[in-house]
């Protein structure tokens, strides 16, 4: 890698500099748009104690949660617990700390972390245990809790397309969480289905710019679905 071209070829590589405690910011929504093979690596590390923030923490087996067999992660920031056995007993154990964060409050704290904004206010929460022990300031009539921003060591993002300059698009709903996760590391690594040269890609249609993102790679992917439903016959 040298100059603007930002594409890394081994996933040892793209997660270089990954040390226990760090905080991770993890791209995705259950199993769309997960970093799976950025995942991988940060389990065939062996790193602990790590913070993960994510909308959720995979399934068992597969995405976030191969994470949890060996006790790699330490605290994780999500919003939903989801189907994961694994997540559901290590939290009942008390060997997972857990903050539950409200989606939308989630989504803004990457967001404002990305942005250089060290807290907001709002409403969501507010006189519920999420609000509890936050400072409360009153705007037009209405009660608002302080949220303050997130940022990480690492973020880990999937896309869709990229070129080597490391500007991003996303295909339909991997934009959940990823172009956010994306502007709040200290280093950015997303890895993609497609890697094009400078210029082929539409800049009306990019969703992160190059500035963000630090490190590209082009990666293979196995795309399962959650919960397959059919019609019986």
């Keep these: 890698m040298s100059g603007f071209n930002k594409v890394v070829d081994s996933y040892e590589e793209a997660m270089a500099g990954l040390e226990d405690g760090m905080t991770i910011l993890a791209g995705g929504f259950g199993l769309c748009g997960i970093p799976e093979n950025l995942i991988n690596q940060v389990k065939s590390s062996g790193v602990k104690d790590l913070t993960i923030v994510s909308n959720n923490c995979g399934i068992d087996g597969f995405g976030l949660g191969v994470l949890l067999e060996d006790r790699q992660i330490k605290k994780m ?23 539950l964060t409200p989606q939308g409050t989630l989504a803004e704290k990457m967001r404002a972390g990305g942005a250089g904004i060290p807290a907001f206010y709002t409403a969501t929460g507010f006189g519920t ?36 300059f490391g500007n991003v698009i996303y295909r339909h709903t991997a934009q959940n969480f990823n172009p956010l996760a994306a502007t709040a590391g200290k280093i950015t690594v997303v890895e993609v289905e497609e890697i094009v040269e400078p210029g082929e890609l539409d800049p009306a249609h990019i969703h992160t710019p190059g500035i963000y993102v630090n490190r590209i790679i082009k990666g293979n992917f196995e795309k399962r679905i959650e919960q397959r439903t059919v019609r019986s016959n």
């Excluded at 999500?78 to 857990?98: P, R």
């Excluded at 609000?131 to 993002?157: H, M, Q």
């Design 77 to 99: 920031v999500s919003s939903y617990v989801g189907e994961n056995a694994l997540f559901e007993q290590q939290l009942l154990a008390g060997e997972l700390e857990v903050e």
């Design 129 to 164: 245990p999420v609000g509890e022990g936050k400072e409360v300031r009153e705007f037009s009539g209405r009660s608002y809790i302080l949220e303050e921003s997130i940022t990480g060591d690492f973020a880990i993002v999937k896309g869709w397309k990229a070129d080597k």
